[in-house]
């Protein structure tokens, strides 16, 4: 039987914390938009992202994306849904 509180269980002995009261689900997309030079940097980097979210996917993860021109170069845009929060720390972690 799982304890159901409001406060998240920590053990200050052992350092640990209930990961529930940190992963809702509420968050499980990326926006990203960055500045490239040229249209090939651009989709460059879309393809780097989009195989680090496959890698970590156990769902398809949902990517829209758009390369636009801008004065001076490119601009990716492009948004990461993954199916929960656990996927996208993974992704922001593995990206950063």
């Known amino acids: 039987m799982a304890i159901q509180t409001d406060k998240p269980i920590e053990c200050v002995g052992c350092n640990t914390f209930d990961v529930n009261s940190l992963m ?23 393809e780097y992202y989009t195989a680090k979210a496959r890698e970590i996917e156990s769902e398809p993860c949902v990517i829209e994306s758009a390369i636009e021109k801008v004065e001076g170069g490119y601009v990716l845009k492009a948004v990461f849904a993954f199916c929960c929060q656990a996927e996208l720390l993974i992704f922001q972690m593995k990206i950063a």
């Open 24 to 46: 809702d689900n509420s968050e499980c997309s990326f926006p990203l938009e960055q500045f490239y030079a040229t249209s090939q940097d651009a989709e460059g980097a879309l």
